[in-house]
């Protein structure tokens, strides 16, 4: 099958072995795959990752069971051993022995056809497109700041990253009775945010700090951490969202003698994704920027490592 690999560099290929099937897995054709700052930090050595990344897609089950072939699904990325004491003690998803798909242990979504185990999957509604469908995953990601930190509508509440997940988490955020400001460098992409409703502020033209409740680094920065420690108040919460190959730059000497919250933030529901999108709570069609065929996805590596791209899809089967 063809394939965008990475083994010190990033390459297409036209005779990557199709993945084989493990009991539980089922052979996913994929139909598109996004491409996330996670992708491009594989680039740069990232989790020391080998082979075809890619884990935001929707495709059709090829072969599997019953119930799931001939589907068109979504799919969650970690998968686990279910008998550990993480998974047996309701955190699955931090499994000691997990592969994650496209990341860590297990090939990915910029291919022809990807193995996940069934149990991940879920079935995507027809009220979705593929264009939306492939956003599920990211989506989730952005859902899960809401069930680790309470959300009331007085927060004060900064997003840092303008970007493609910054987007995402903002639009949450709204959602949910919150008016989150999102502090960027780039003005066009806060330009974008600004035509949804959504206040922005150019991170130069900042002047007050200190006073943030809730503060978001989806800057996918290494400098991302200690910027959110300007923002945050005394015994305030900063959410990590990013996810960097370079090593992070951290006085952690604010975060004592303010008492601030650090958490770090990953995967998320995908129901509840799914469901917004139908709902239509969340837009991300006008995130996308540009669709490339998988024979030229080197270029699409190219585009969205330009700063100010938003999403740049993968399709498979051209």
Known sequence: MRAIVFDGSLRCVADRPTPARRDADVLIRVHLAGLCATDLEITRGYMDFAGVPGHEFVGTVEEGPDALRGKRVVGEINCVCGKCDLCTGGLANHCRSRTVLGIAGRDGAFADFLALPAVNCHIVPPELSDEEAVF????AA??????????????????????????????VLASRGCR??????????LGRLDRRGIQTALVRDVQRFGDQDLVVDCTGSPEGASLALKFVRPRGTIVMK??????VPLDLAPLVVNEVTLLGSRCGPFPEAIAALVRREVEVRSMIQRQFPLSRGLEAFETASKPGSLKILVKAGA
């Open 142 to 171: 952005a859902i899960q700041i809401t069930r680790q930190v309470k959300l009331e509508p007085k927060l004060r509440v900064t997003v840092l990253g303008s970007g493609r997940l910054g987007t995402l988490v903002a639009q």
């Open 136 to 139: 599920v995953e990211p989506l």
């Open 180 to 189: 989150p400001v999102v502090v960027g460098r780039n003005p066009e992409t």
């Open 242 to 247: 990013s996810t960097c190959a370079a090593a």
